[in-house]
């Protein structure tokens, strides 16, 4: 097999290009709507994209090595998209939040608390649960310094590996023990 510079490994291809289109699609619905990014729909949309990308990877990375990938070596590509993504965003979120548009985090506080109060009251909550509940959520930081952005960093590398163990289960492919005989 022959080497591979670094950039055409499928792990860190496949993680940049997951990076590059989560940016993109923040972006996208930063500009269509502020709201779209705390929904429900955006968490479900960056999930499966994340799930695609590490299949795309793991099965690149199982071509390239005679159609075989253990379960662990899959592990190790999973991750290393969901890291690769994840520093890319943690970036872009850091510009997005300091720099592009430094009052977005009182926005999107301004808006999880109205969703939160939103959802509360639908699902019959007490004004006691709903009064302290707001307390909480009024006392978190929505900024994106250099500890947030870490913390954010560590979640999504936590579910990136949370993620790429179960999705490694079914990509990974074991090489035969004995060779056919043409």
Do not use: C, H
């Not at 699902?123 to 978190?140: F, H, L, V």
């Amino acid at each position: 097999m022959e080497q591979q510079g670094i950039f055409e490994k499928p792990m860190v291809k496949w993680g940049l290009y997951l990076g590059g289109l989560n940016v993109a699609y923040i972006l996208v619905l930063y500009l269509i709507d502020v709201s779209l990014l705390i929904s429900f729909w955006n968490s479900a949309i960056s999930l499966t994209l994340l799930i695609v990308f590490m299949v795309l990877a793991m099965k690149e990375q199982r071509r390239n090595n005679n159609e075989a990938l253990s379960y662990g070596n899959g592990v190790v590509i999973g991750i290393a998209v969901g890291i690769i993504s994840s520093l890319i965003g943690v970036i872009f979120n850091g510009l997005l939040y300091n720099y592009i548009d430094p009052t977005l985090p009182e926005t999107i506080r301004e808006l999880t608390l109205e969703k939160t109060l939103g959802m509360m009251e639908s699902m019959g909550a007490s004004e006691e649960t709903i009064e302290q509940a707001m307390g909480n959520m009024d006392e978190r930081q929505f900024q994106q310094d250099l500890r947030a952005s870490f913390t954010a960093l560590l979640i999504s590398s936590l579910f990136s590996a949370f993620v790429a163990l179960i999705v490694a289960a079914f990509v990974k492919k074991e090489a035969p023990l004995f060779e056919e005989e043409a």
